[in-house]
């Protein structure tokens, strides 16, 4: 029982490690991609639709559910 208990606990440590080195190389990543002006505008126009299209959505969701007793 020890012994998977251990084992558990080291495929948690490299899952952790694993997740935080491939959120550095994404920081790194992202960093030289946005020093370009064009991949700037790129990201704040799809930032900018991805907005617009969860507000949207939200608009929707709020009309369909039954209004909620306030609390």
């Known amino acids: ?9 080291k495929f948690a440590v490299v ?5 935080a ?3 550095v190389g994404a920081a790194i990543a992202g960093v ?3 020093k370009d002006k064009k991949n700037r505008d790129k ?3 799809i930032l900018d639709t991805t907005k617009d299209k969860a507000e949207t959505y939200l ?3 709020k009309k369909k559910l039954p209004k909620a007793k306030k609390k």
């Open 15 to 19: 899952a952790g490690v694993t997740g």
């Open 21 to 23: 080195l491939v959120g």
């Open 32 to 34: 030289f991609a946005l």
């Open 59 to 61: 608009k929707k969701t």
């Open 1 to 9: 029982m020890n012994k998977i208990k251990n084992k558990k606990n």
């Open 43 to 45: 990201v704040k126009k």
